[in-house]
């Protein structure tokens, strides 16, 4: 294991390669042309964007969708009544192109929307693949019109943690050293400032934990599998993983991980993000010293004038 992480650098140069999206994509296209393509939690993620895009006091006439997988949880977001036209998008061709509404093959790396073109923007289970998240986000601010939003949801540093140790450790006892195995994720407390670093107003970002319950450690890999969410890393090693290191992983993680039953436990944290391409309405914050009262006078209290300050005053 490798504390392989995002390249949350400015965004220019060459980010630092850590997916192969390559085997990524081929990995999505070939589960979902085989009908294998699953994700439990896209279907609770869609729901929790359209709640927050309803109570929203606006509309957005043209927006995308981006990762959504089934174009039916984009249906939902477009149910709110917020959006009148939506295109949803997918970096696999038959995930995109399942469904009869307007669809694109994209690169989350490289945008196909020119400048101003969009009013939303919603990116679902897609950004943590991405190696250059800050100019991926930066991408997507400038696709919005001003005053666009742009709502997204990405899975968080705590996924997978139990997953992560128990590979960690089976494969330094057993093979004396490590290779990356489980995929790095977006640490909750970069996310405001990525946000904020790419040009939006009006940052929000909170999070959502789920701890979700298996029969075994075999039955969690295969759930990775048909999210087509297995070792993408590019450092990653070429050789199958030996036998020994498995059954061993397997052990450790029954023996940290398990609830009384038998069953283990596995930590999926979504991270929720809210952003506005900027724009003259917008609530920004006060000038230091342009309060229209003062605060002696709203106390009701004294003013005293502090020596070295050129008359400003505290109550």
């Not at 927006?63 to 089934?70: F, P, Q, S, T, V």
């Not at 048909?226 to 890393?233: I, K, P, R, S």
Request: proline share 6%.
């Amino acid at each position: 294991m490798s504390d392989h992480a995002h390249n949350t650098g400015p965004g220019e140069g060459h980010p630092a390669l850590v997916f192969d999206r390559r085997v990524l994509r081929q990995r999505r296209e070939r589960a979902a042309r085989a009908g294998r393509l699953e994700d439990f939690m896209l279907a609770r993620i869609a729901e929790e964007l359209a709640d927050r895009l309803a109570t929203i006091n606006r509309d957005f006439p043209v927006a995308a969708c981006l990762g959504a997988g089934d174009p039916s949880l984009a249906a939902k977001l477009m149910a709110t009544g917020k959006i009148a036209a939506m295109v949803h998008g997918d970096r696999s061709e038959t995930v995109a192109r399942h469904g009869s509404g307007p669809a694109l093959v994209h690169d989350d790396e490289v945008l196909p929307f020119a400048d101003a073109s969009l009013d939303a923007l919603l990116s679902i289970q897609s950004l943590h693949w991405v190696n250059d998240l800050p100019g991926a986000l930066a991408q997507m601010r400038r696709a919005l019109r001003p005053d666009g939003l742009f709502l997204g949801a990405m899975l968080g540093e705590d996924t997978l943690t139990e997953l992560r140790q128990a590979m960690l450790a089976a494969e330094s006892e057993v093979a004396g050293g490590v290779s990356p195995r489980v995929s790095p994720f977006v640490e909750l407390r970069e996310t405001g400032s990525l946000l904020q670093r790419a040009g939006f107003a009006l940052p929000v970002v909170d999070t959502d934990r789920l701890t979700v319950r298996y029969s075994d450690p075999l039955a969690l890999m295969r759930e990775l599998q048909a999210m087509a969410a297995t070792n993408a890393l590019a450092a990653r090693s070429r050789k199958l993983l030996p036998r020994a290191v498995l059954m061993r992983a397997m052990e450790i993680y029954q023996e940290l991980f398990s609830d009384p039953d038998g069953r283990i436990r596995a930590t999926f944290q979504i991270v929720y993000l809210i952003g506005w391409a900027p724009h003259e309405s917008q609530q920004k914050p006060l000038r230091p010293g342009s309060a229209a009262a003062r605060l002696a006078d709203a106390l009701n209290a004294t003013e005293h004038t502090v020596p070295g300050t050129r008359g400003r005053g505290s109550g």
